[in-house]
């Protein structure tokens, strides 16, 4: 598979809002670990690689497990993810699969025990983001240059 068109190249000021998205995101009171289980789960599910990849490296590099990783893909069946941890699983699987049912009221109240609104706003837009990227990398080939 060759790189399609670079969005980078084509429309920069498109990518330097997503960019922009990302700063702010960086930002917020989710743990380093916390959006990297976001972004690895998003992209298992949508089968982009290259974030797979990218967000597999970035979290081992803040101390997260290779075990953990290898178990994120039946994360519900694993004892190595906590409560906490189970809820934001289970909201990236239900907002990434929103045409299935969306955020389902039982997610959204388990979410209200662990997480501030301010907290649920930012997983939900790291959610979304991620899911962009997914469409990006997926929709131009995107490949890490060796």
Wanted: with cysteine.
């Amino acid at each position: 598979m060759e790189n399609r068109i670079n969005i980078q190249q084509l429309e920069p000021e498109a990518y330097k809002a997503m960019l922009g998205l990302e700063n702010y995101l960086a930002t917020t009171s989710l743990t380093h670990i916390e959006k990297e289980l976001i972004k690895i789960r998003t992209s298992q599910i949508n089968g982009c690689a290259y974030c797979i990849e990218m967000h597999t490296k970035d979290a081992l590099g803040y101390g997260e497990t290779h075990q953990r990783i290898f178990a994120l893909s039946a994360w519900w069946e694993s004892p190595l993810f906590d409560e906490k941890e189970n809820v934001l699983l289970k909201m990236t699987e239900e907002i990434t699969h929103i045409q299935q049912k969306g955020l389902t009221e039982d997610t959204y109240t388990a979410a209200q025990k662990h997480f501030t609104g301010n907290e649920i706003a930012q997983i939900i837009m790291q959610i979304g983001t991620i899911n962009l990227w997914n469409r990006i990398g997926i929709s131009t080939h995107l490949k890490h240059e060796n």
